[in-house]
């Protein structure tokens, strides 16, 4: 047990068991305690990298997380050697460790990380679309009209964004992505990455929704290209003000909502979503 109690947040491979890091190894070797999404999962990914550790190992995942955090913290309080890693990748990116890592600050307890693979970043890598402003937005909504109601939303959104899905909603989740954000918009749908069976299929979102009609398999991150507009991107929001202020001169809100969308390159269907949801937020 280490002197100065400590959260060591661990990224684990997403894939390839040697993209493991030396140091990744150490801490396994090193941690008093190992809390992990998956306990099976954790002992397999020891297995393969040969290594052994004499930790205590709890299992924390979603439906325990709230449960099991003040367990945890109470072990780095005591001077434990609290290693937290999840099925892949980094925790607390649409993983366990959010709920941790805040109760550690407000209790003064250290927190460290050991990088490494990220879905996220690798996708970005490999998608060939613009990476230097990006935004994450995970898993959304399984329910269809929360769903298409976040993405009406995003339709404006300049940066390229990135999204988890799996591989039973992905084509319905591509179709819905081409439903607010236009047939023609650039994505590319990354499979399984770092794994034997890696694919990263690119095209328009339309195009991506009828290939995976057939079926896809594995885990799937989807990038997608920002709203181009006119270079500087735009908004939803800023777009439905100028649909408001077109309707307030006169206009019916179906040419409105054509002329903007055409203006900004958005998808008309979800600027029109969008503009129907502001006037009944307006009259509640």
């Avoid at 366990?96 to 990220?118: F, I, K």
């Amino acid at each position: 047990m280490s002197e100065q109690g400590v959260i060591v947040l661990a990224a684990t491979p997403i894939g390839d068991s040697r993209d493991a890091s030396p140091r990744l190894l150490d801490e396994f070797r090193q941690a008093d305690v190992i809390a992990a999404e998956d306990t099976r999962r954790l002992q397999r990914l020891l297995d393969r990298l040969d290594v052994s550790s004499e930790a205590r190992v709890l299992s924390y995942f979603e439906g325990n997380e709230a449960g099991r955090t003040p367990q945890l913290l109470e072990a780095a309080r005591s001077g434990s050697r609290v290693l937290l890693v999840t099925d892949a990748g980094m925790p607390s990116v649409s993983d366990p460790g959010y709920r941790l890592v805040a109760a550690a600050a407000e209790a003064g307890v250290r927190v460290t990380a050991v990088p490494g693979p990220s879905a996220v970043l690798t996708a970005l890598a490999v998608s060939g679309l613009p990476v230097d402003r990006f935004c994450f937005e995970g898993f959304l909504p399984r329910k269809p009209g929360e769903r298409r109601r976040r993405l009406a939303e995003l339709a404006g959104e300049p940066r390229t964004l990135v999204f988890f899905e799996s591989p039973h909603r992905c084509a319905e989740m591509l179709a819905d992505l081409a439903g607010a954000f236009g047939d023609d918009r650039p994505a590319a749908v990354c499979r399984e990455l770092t794994k034997t069976y890696e694919e990263v299929r690119r095209g328009g979102l339309a195009e991506l929704a009828g290939w995976a009609e057939d079926g896809v398999r594995g885990e799937i991150t989807i990038v997608v290209s920002g709203a181009s507009g006119d270079g500087r991107g735009v908004s939803t929001d800023d777009a439905v003000a100028e649909v408001a202020e077109l309707t307030t001169g006169g206009m019916k809100l179906k040419p409105a909502v054509a002329l903007v969308a055409e203006r900004h390159k958005l998808a008309k269907n979800a600027l029109y979503q969008a503009a129907l949801a502001a006037r009944g937020a307006g009259t509640s």
